[in-house]
């Protein structure tokens, strides 16, 4: 399949489980895009409702991808072309569709996910053996909001550590979360 990632800043909770937008974060944009490019990520959607946002996020692309950035620094300009900023994941559906013909299945992820979880190796399988796209979202704040992440075609497992603190950064848990379902493995890991 062919893989896309989105960092939703809409509908995602604050640390009091209010219902928020977050602001798109210049490091959520340059890390991701480069995560993305890293384990062959087709696009890469930064998704807000907030006009000045998707306006300073433009701005921030094009610097990278034609403006001074791109000349500075061309392997930064490579990663940040695969980055766009769309209102909503439907918009992002949209442009997936008009790519590959094909409606994406979506993929959720989250810290306190506890229903329909599906393994890292199972999402893994699914990815390589069908055909078609998928879009795999991160939330920002403290996670998507529930009713959105429910929605979704499947909701990955939890990235968990050997104590109890699971407050990783997006850009960290998309890294390894992109390295479980695309990294190259040793052989005798399967």
Known sequence: MELYTAL????VYDKNRRLVATAVTNIDVHDIARAS???GVKGYFLVTPVAQQ?????ELLDHWTD?????YNPRRQAAIARARV???LAAAATQIRAETGHDPITIGTGANVKD???SFHQMRKLLEEREGSALLIFGT?????????????????PIEGPVEYNHLSVRSAAAIIMDRL???RDPEEN
Request: no cysteine; proline share 7%; aromatic share 14%.
């Open 86 to 88: 769309v209102p909503d």
């Open 37 to 39: 490019a890293t384990f």
């Open 182 to 184: 695309r990294g190259l």
């Open 8 to 11: 939703v800043h809409y509908p």
């Open 67 to 71: 403006g001074p950035g791109a000349r």
């Open 116 to 118: 329909r979880m599906v």
């Open 54 to 58: 998707r306006e300073l996020v433009g």
């Open 141 to 157: 704040g403290w996670g998507l909001e529930e009713s959105f992440l429910d929605a979704f075609d499947y909701v990955l497992a």
